[in-house]
Nanobody
């Protein structure tokens, strides 16, 4: 089995920054991609950012230019640096890890941005 644990969420004022971490552990043979999703109350879960095994990245339109995803392959860990946070970024942020072809999700970490 594979465990995925997110950390780094919290409460921040608009314009502030947070850095989320996603650590995968367990029976990991090959991680193809690590990604962050978010879900705000009453809304569907949406892709925030994804980093592939080769290092290429993709971002959702709402976060382009403000968020940066990175990964440390040696630690099986992904990071999401979030700058210029706005109240609309408030959501539960989930990490998804693709090991070969299987998706593993973390429990989520709450990010709240106040005015």
């Amino acid at each position: 089995q594979v465990q995925v644990v997110e950390s780094g969420g919290g409460l921040v004022q608009a314009g502030g920054s947070l850095r989320l971490s996603c650590a995968a552990s367990g029976r990991i043979s090959s991680i193809n991609a690590m990604s962050w999703y978010r879900q705000a109350p009453g809304k569907q879960r949406e892709l925030v950012a994804i980093v592939f095994s080769g290092g290429s990245t993709r971002y959702g339109d709402p976060v382009k230019g403000r968020f940066t995803i990175s990964r440390d392959n040696a630690k099986n860990t992904a990071y999401l640096q979030m700058n210029s946070l706005q109240p609309e970024d408030t959501a539960v942020y989930y990490c998804k890890v693709v090991v070969v072809t299987t998706n593993y999700w973390g429990q989520g970490t709450q990010v709240t941005v106040s005015l």
